[in-house]
Every structure is written in C-alpha cells, then in structure tokens.
C-alpha cells in the first residue's frame, strides 16, 4: 500500500465533521503514470476502514483505494488515503529512448539505477540516484565548478542549459513562410505523418511547460513529507 498526500487530494465531500476524499491525482500501480482517480466511498460511522476502486483516467485499469480512519478530535475524525500498489518493474529511460541522446555515462549509471531499484535494494538505489546527478552535471559545468558540493553544482546548472531555446525556436519555427506556418494556417496539405508529429509537438509542449515543473515540485514536496 503507498499513501496518498494531501496535496495530491482535489476535492473532498463532507459526512458530518469527517472529510473524505472524491478524486486525487496519484501515479498509477498499473501504468505508472500520474493519473486522475475519482472516489466513491460508502461511508459508515462506526467503520474505521473503507475501499473502493476507481479507474485510472490513462489506462482505465481499475485500481484498489483504502480509507484508514486515524483518529477522532473535536474538529472531527482524520483519514488517510492509500492506493494498493504491488510493486511493479521500471523501464530504463522510457519515453526517452529515441528522442534523446544521453551522454554514454550518464545513460549507464541511470540504468544501473533502476535496475538496482528493480531488485528491491533501495540503499543502492540512493547511493546510483546521487551518481546519477554527479553524471548530470559533469555534462555541462567546467571543471572548476565540479569540485564544489553537489548542491552547488545543481545550482549552477541552471545557468549552463538555456532552458528558453526550445520555445524561442518554436517561434522562429512558427515564422511566416515556414513549412510549420503553412501547415498550422492550412497553406500546405497535412499528411497522416505530419499530423502525428504536430499533436507530438504538442504534448511535448504541454509536458515541457505545464508537467515537468509541476512534477518536480511534487516529487520534492513529497521526499521532504
């Protein structure tokens, strides 16, 4: 079982003083993406423990909810939210395969990284992700900015990848007479293929500007709880 936490909780529906969870958006046991689920608890109030099954809004599996009563205040009683999750083996690199080229060192300790969390050892998972972000910033800083801490090193990174490229590109791309400004203003005829590759462009897009950043702040709020 994993716990859900609150910040991931959307909305909630009142029994009494007792707030229970309708929907939350929470990586999938099944798929491993981060999904929506809505909840539907039959709520009891001599029950301590409830589940229901909701399906994952990507792969429409359906997945096991529990609701754990923790205890019982004035201001009302405290739940907690948790998924059944089996556990469930990592692809190395995923989606990126085939749409990035990863320094041979850095691709190589990435995967030894999952594949020691693969084997359930979760200290040299640790020790492999620390690897992982020494390997990252190798890529880009100066020798000089290597010798400082990791922290540091994270730090300065931002200052060595121009994250702003890929959209000021777009819009050179988006330019009048390009072969993208013709086909979005329908100028040019669209092919199946062409298709394909603007909704790509499109959930890159989205990804780039509107998930990873939000992803991240997730990921760190939910290691610091």
């Known amino acids: 079982m994993r716990k859900i936490q609150q910040?991931?909780?959307?909305?909630v529906v009142k029994y009494g003083q007792t707030k229970?969870?309708?929907s939350a958006n929470t990586e999938c046991p099944e798929c491993g993406n981060t999904a929506s689920f809505h909840l539907k608890f039959d709520y009891q109030i001599n029950q301590t423990v409830f589940s229901t099954f909701s399906r994952c809004s990507v792969c429409k599996e359906s997945i096991l909810f529990v609701l754990i009563k923790t205890s019982t205040s004035e201001q009302g009683e405290e739940v907690e939210l948790f998924v059944h999750q089996t556990s469930f083996t990592r692809e190395?690199?995923?989606r990126l395969v085939g749409t990035a080229r990863l320094p041979d060192d850095l691709e190589r300790v990435y995967r030894s990284a999952v594949n020691v969390h693969n084997m359930k050892d979760w200290t040299a998972t640790a020790v492999m992700a620390n690897r992982v972000l020494e390997s990252i910033t190798r890529s880009f800083l100066a020798d000089n900015e290597l010798t400082q801490p990791l922290s540091k090193q994270l730090e300065a990174l931002a200052k060595q990848v121009d994250l702003e490229e890929p959209i000021v590109r777009l819009g050179q791309l988006m330019g009048k007479g390009s072969n993208l400004h013709n086909l979005l203003c329908l100028e040019n005829s669209t092919s199946e293929e062409t298709a394909n590759l603007i909704i790509d462009l499109l959930d890159s897009l989205i990804e780039y500007l509107y998930i990873l950043p939000q992803k991240i702040?997730?990921?760190?709020?939910?290691?610091e709880e």
């Open 7 to 11: 910040t991931t909780i959307n909305s």
């Open 20 to 22: 229970l969870p309708k």
């Open 92 to 94: 190395p690199l995923g």
């Open 217 to 223: 702040v997730h990921l760190q709020k939910q290691i």
